[in-house]
């Protein structure tokens, strides 16, 4: 039971926080703004549709949106709901989960070098880099969760509320700070990348989807809401393990987090140049580099 409702609620997390983003994009901009669903809405409208394919693609392209929705709810799969028990779980996890989403980001890289457009394989070249470069800056989030709980794994870091003292508290703040960034990143959100932007030399993962219609099209925004819903979680999470760790405080805090943070970024600056957005990425890897090494010092009770 517990299983299948922290499933539930993972879902609800994904579906939601994209709403929060335009509700919170609308009310800081003045206008009345598109209805909470429109995004299910048109995600429905696509799944309805059938899909065309240029002559000059394989297989690849074809089975890429599947694989890519595929890895995504596997990655969903491992994620807890604070005190809930996640479907899959076993030691070493956290790694897996890296990984899978590296996955999901191979098999759409490679579909839009399928294309042999120019413009896709730029977006494919930028969506390595970042991906390579978030990569650190990912484990060594991971790596404070695990030093702090003792586990390496999602269910077990996150099992219990944990008695931290005002340091630790602070570092695991910072860490919840970390994902959310991270969570900009993978999802393409400004400040480095805008869904709504039909420019392609500055797109990055829009650009990837350019040859992508109906039903595969639908695939790929799905996966992409599972993919910030994980992210959320995990922030949720650390936040929720030193005041509340219950379900009942970790799922909205998950969805007002994100989706408030994402709304008020894309409603008060506009997309990075893309020659700032390496330096944007790096300063992330930095930022996670320093909350663990506070936090080994904190392990070893040095005072800082």
Not at 29 to 41: A, C, D, E, M, Y
Request: hydrophobic content about 55%; charged content about 10%.
């Amino acid at each position: 039971m517990a299983i299948a409702l922290n499933t539930l609620l993972m879902i609800v997390v994904a579906l939601t926080i994209t709403g929060v983003i335009n509700r919170m994009r609308a009310l800081l901009s003045g206008r009345k703004g598109i209805p909470f669903v429109q995004h299910l809405r048109d995600v429905g409208v696509l799944l309805r549709k059938g899909s065309v394919y240029s002559t000059t693609t394989t297989a690849l392209f074809r089975i890429a949106p599947a694989v890519y929705l595929a890895v995504s709810v596997v990655a969903l799969l491992f994620i807890p709901v604070a005190d809930l028990y996640p479907l899959i779980s076993f030691e070493g996890d956290v790694i897996c989960f890296a990984y899978t989403l590296a996955l999901a980001r191979l098999a759409i890289i490679l579909a839009a070098m399928d294309t042999g457009s120019s413009f896709e394989g730029m977006g494919a070249a930028r969506e390595a880099l970042y991906g390579a470069l978030i990569e650190p800056a990912l484990m060594m989030g991971f790596a404070t969760l695990a030093m702090f709980c003792g586990y390496t794994s999602f269910a077990e870091i996150f099992e219990v509320e944990q008695s931290f003292n005002l340091h630790h508290t602070i570092v695991m703040m910072l860490a919840a700070y970390l994902f959310v960034q991270v969570a900009f990143i993978e999802a393409g959100r400004v400040p480095v990348d805008d869904p709504r932007t039909h420019l392609e030399l500055t797109m990055i993962h829009e650009v990837m989807c350019l040859d992508y219609s109906g039903i595969d099209l639908a695939m790929i925004k799905i996966a992409g809401w599972l993919k910030t819903a994980c992210f959320a979680m995990v922030a949720a999470n650390a936040i929720a393990a030193t005041c509340c760790f219950h379900w009942w405080f970790a799922t909205p805090v998950a969805i007002l987090l994100t989706g408030v943070a994402i709304g008020v970024v894309e409603s008060s600056q506009a997309r990075n140049k893309l020659i700032r957005n390496t330096t944007f990425v790096v300063t992330v890897l930095a930022m996670a580099t320093l909350i663990f090494f506070i936090g080994y010092l904190l392990q070893l009770n040095i005072n800082i």
